[in-house]
T-cell receptor, first 112, second 117 residues
Framework: AQSVSQHNHHVILSEAASLELGCNYS??????LFWYVQYPGQHLQLLLK??????LVKGIKGFEAEFIKSKFSFNLRKPSVQWSDTAEYFC??????????FGQGTELSVKP | EAGVAQSPRYKIIEKRQSVAFWCNPI?????LYWYQQILGQGPKLLIQ????????DSQLPKDRFSAERLKGVDSTLKIQPAKLEDSAVYLC???????????????FGPGTRLTVL
């Protein structure tokens, strides 16, 4: 069955530190990949997405993610985090069947 | 553009009681989804509607959960009777069509936090 695995449950960083959140999926066919973010007290929002083309995609607020097909990975990165990036981050995958499969989430805490 | 609306935001019930959640998707969105998010986990799809028809309900516990979208707009998710393990946040999401879901993702509502005692 299709699944998504996020490597870290909770990440704590200081402001200006670099961020990389891991995401691996298990599915051999064509997939679309997403990162969603949930800020405290807010609903899930789309951060960035990949469906074809350049494997390095850029999203809102300076985030980017790289799709590495050979590694079934879609890691999220940001060169310098801010306190306002404190949130929970979810990686998600869907195939042409349309069902969105989420990872278990990574909680990011940024210390000012 | 108004987002996905859900109500109530919080609900506390005792086990074996029934509960219903309501969702109004973004105007014009044909596809509507209900997810269950248990604490510490990612959202899990319960049911997907395309207009007023069910596309996927393979993970819906049909012995106690039901959902409808009678006029192809708003939707109701019901649990009867509730169990302790149903405590979770119930999220509603919508997308313009199933096709745009592939490329554009889904838009989520604020969720309903259910506590079953």
């Amino acid at each position: 069955a299709q699944s998504v695995s996020q490597h870290n449950h909770h990440v704590i960083l200081s402001e200006a530190a670099s961020l990389e959140l891991g995401c691996n999926y298990s599915y051999g066919g064509t997939v679309n990949l997403f990162w969603y973010v949930q800020y405290p007290g807010q609903h899930l929002q789309l951060l960035l997405k990949y469906f074809s083309g350049d494997p390095l995609v850029k999203g809102i607020k300076g985030f980017e993610a790289e799709f590495i097909k050979s590694k079934f990975s879609f890691n999220l990165r940001k060169p310098s985090v801010q306190w306002s990036d404190t949130a929970e981050y979810f990686c998600a995958v869907n195939n042409q069947g349309g069902k969105l499969i989420f990872g278990q989430g990574t909680e990011l805490s940024v210390k000012p | 553009e108004a987002g996905v609306a859900q109500s109530p935001r919080y609900k506390i019930i005792e086990k074996r009681q029934s509960v219903a959640f309501w969702c109004n998707p973004i105007s014009g969105h044909a596809t509507l989804y209900w997810y269950q998010q248990i604490l510490g986990q990612g959202p899990k799809l319960l049911i997907q509607f395309q207009n007023n028809g069910v596309v996927d309900d393979s993970q819906l516990p049909k012995d106690r959960f039901s959902a409808e979208r009678l006029k192809g707009v708003d939707s109701t998710l019901k649990i009867q009777p509730a169990k302790l393990e149903d405590s979770a946040v119930y999220l509603c999401a919508s997308s313009l069509t199933r096709q745009t879901n592939y490329n554009d993702g889904q838009f989520f509502g604020p969720g309903t936090r259910l506590t079953v005692l």
